[in-house]
């Protein structure tokens, strides 16, 4: 007899791997749940890198043996490789359990499929949810499943833009181009991605924090600032909140052979704890966008979220160095002279959109 697949709990699996949003990199999120004659009794995600699988916390949560006939939902195939952890196929064939539903396939080529064989090779059913289910579980994880597939950094790039196409009143000042909901939200997937990354004019003009202020509290990602020239070191600037707040091992400035001879730069950000790395210029003397992806993967990151200013974004777009855009929109417009024009992202071609309204703003967002 063929299960009766219940959307609402391969939907209630992905809240549940919501709960690890930004904590489990560079491993993906999961959650998992056990239901015995349609009753939910028992719950599990994957909280950290190193901590149990989901499968395992909801096993545990159980306490017990499943009954006879009950389901395993899982957002994610069960990963059946051992690496900090046991292979979850080894628990779930333990369980007893005869039934599993599972949101979508690893994306890891190396066992990617391989859970679902060792299940069914074992006498396990193993059931696929439905498309447009299957696409959003693979969504939640689009920075492990970009990594996964090529060993390479997802670069998303975020642009806030009035509706005449401005990024701010008056250049050289901030301005907010959204409001309260858009900021929020820009706040939460802060939280997910393990790197933010803005120019040198952005924390000249804005004096950014670069942290997620989120109602739990707050959080620092790793925060990357592209100067060439190291200006932001410069008396006339000096100091940035990022340089100068509780999060120095979080900072590390991203610069070219220029910035590293201006000695007094170096020396100021080696007695704040400052981390400098070198990365190939452009011929206008720019960070190389192209290098900048291969600094980001020597420094381990899997993501990151580009909140740099116009020049940062031209640059990253031009070079094709852009695999995500999170464009917000919002009903303003800056018409001042002074006002500083925006890439123009309405002629790029965005792969699986999605679009949120947000108060009287809205995001688009998909894959480049």
Wanted: aromatic fraction near 6%.
């Amino acid at each position: 007899m063929d299960l009766e697949i219940n959307p609402e709990l391969i939907e209630r699996s992905l809240a549940l791997a919501e709960k690890g949003w930004g904590m489990t990199h560079p491993n993906p999120m999961v959650g998992a749940l056990i239901v015995e004659n349609g009753e939910v009794v028992a719950e599990g995600y994957h909280a950290k890198a190193g901590s149990p699988h989901a499968e395992i916390n909801a096993f545990s949560s159980l306490g017990r043996k499943p009954k006879d006939g009950a389901v395993l939902y899982i957002s994610l195939e069960p990963c059946s490789t051992t690496g900090r952890t046991p292979p979850c196929t080894s628990a779930i064939l333990d369980s007893g359990i005869q039934d599993v539903v599972i949101g979508c396939i690893d994306s890891d080529s190396r066992h990617g499929g391989r859970g679902i064989e060792i299940l069914r090779e074992h006498g396990v059913a193993v059931h696929r949810a439905p498309p447009e289910l299957e696409k959003k579980a693979i969504r939640l994880n689009m920075i492990f499943n970009h990594w996964a597939k090529s060993k390479s950094p997802l670069i998303a790039l975020k642009m806030a833009l009035s509706a005449n196409g401005m990024v701010a009143e008056r250049a050289g000042y901030p301005s907010r181009v959204t409001g309260e909901i858009a900021r929020a939200d820009v706040m939460c997937w802060r939280r997910l991605f393990p790197a933010i990354c803005v120019g040198s004019g952005t924390v000249i003009a804005d004096n950014p924090s670069l942290t997620a202020r989120l109602p739990s509290g707050d959080w620092c990602p790793v925060r990357l600032v592209l100067d060439s020239s190291l200006l932001t070191f410069s008396e006339e600037f000096h100091p940035r909140q990022i340089f100068t707040d509780q999060y120095p091992s979080k900072t590390v400035v991203i610069t070219t052979s220029r910035g590293l001879a201006n000695m007094e730069a170096v020396e100021k950000a080696r007695n704040l704890g400052i981390r400098i790395m070198e990365c190939a210029e452009e011929e206008d003397g720019r960070v190389s966008p192209r290098d900048f992806r291969k600094t980001v993967t020597e420094l381990g990151l899997h993501g990151v979220y580009c909140e740099g200013g116009p020049a940062v974004a031209r640059s990253l777009l031009a070079a094709n160095e852009v695999d995500y855009l999170f464009h917000y929109r919002s009903s303003k417009e800056f018409s001042f002279p002074e006002a500083l024009i925006g890439p123009d992202l309405q002629s790029l071609s965005v792969r699986e959109p999605l679009r949120v309204d947000l108060g009287g703003d809205h995001l688009i967002h998909g894959y480049l």
